[in-house]
């Protein structure tokens, strides 16, 4: 992708699934990748590894940094950001992709379990472009943010309530940075990936019935992979993409085009 070579970019929740594979995507694009965890320090070795043998393989001298960081603690991430500019001076790309989720029915959703979802996809989110965007200014040099959202921005997800609306809100988060930082070259954008193989999806990912069962909703007929989000992000964080803000990119086999809805089963 054009435009990448020698950038700086930080990745939250890295150390497996989207996250991974967007962190060595980029570093096969040339950028040096700070890869951030919250406790899967083996993982986020993984990445740091892989993505120097990416950059490797494609003629990029890159570094990577590991930094354990939990994005629901703002002292947390005011140190990511620190190791990143100790260690290049500057930042170019964040993106935030550290998500959990937990399952109950929405009557029974503990207000800790929902705090907890909010704090680290929505609120950890929105700090990281806080800090991201204060970077950005500081150093009189535009960067670009993607926030990596869900399907679920749009479509309701029954017994995963606090997931849903922090993907809602990521939605508007990402409009309201991208339409208030236009001006100073700031991009920010989303992409909002559908049934990914991912670990958070072990429960089907590994059961062929389930699997099936899910692929029966998407008008591709299957998931996709992680590697498939990424090349996604490396585009909109790439100078190929620098007249798109404030806009959530699905990617997701179709599935928003509600493939219940082939057969016309309503007038």
Not at 6 to 25: M, P
Not at 56 to 70: E, N
Not at 128 to 144: D, N
Request: hydrophobic share 40%.
């Amino acid at each position: 992708m054009k435009g990448l070579t020698g950038k700086t970019a930080i990745v939250t929740g890295a150390s497996s699934g989207i996250g991974q594979a967007i962190a060595i995507r980029l570093g096969a694009e040339g950028c040096h990748v700070v890869i951030n965890y919250r406790s899967d320090a083996e993982g986020a070795e993984t990445t740091a590894q892989q993505a120097q043998q990416g950059a490797k393989a494609a003629g990029h001298d890159i570094q990577t940094l590991t930094v354990q960081a939990d994005v629901s603690q703002e002292a947390d991430i005011q140190h990511l950001f620190e190791q990143a500019t100790h260690a290049w001076g500057h930042v170019d790309i964040v993106i935030n992709n550290a998500g959990i989720q937990i399952e109950a029915s929405s009557h029974q959703v503990s207000t800790d379990d929902f705090d907890k979802v909010i704090n680290v996809n929505l609120r950890g989110a929105y700090l990281c472009s806080r800090e991201a965007i204060q970077q950005f200014l500081r150093q009189s040099k535009p960067g670009v943010i993607i926030n990596v959202s869900s399907v679920h921005e749009v479509i309701p997800r029954p017994q995963y309530i606090s997931y849903a609306m922090s993907k809602g809100g990521m939605g508007n988060l990402t409009r309201t940075l991208a339409l208030e930082y236009a001006q100073a070259g700031i991009r920010v954008n989303a992409i909002a990936p559908g049934a990914t193989e991912t670990p958070i999806n072990e429960n089907w990912v590994d059961d062929p019935q389930k699997e099936a069962e899910i692929n029966r909703h998407i008008p591709l007929g299957r998931p996709g992979t992680p590697e498939e989000m990424a090349a996604a992000t490396a585009f909109l964080v790439s100078d190929e993409a620098t007249y798109i803000t404030g806009q959530t990119l699905y990617i997701d086999g179709g599935l928003t085009l509600y493939a219940d809805f082939r057969e016309p089963w309503s007038a």
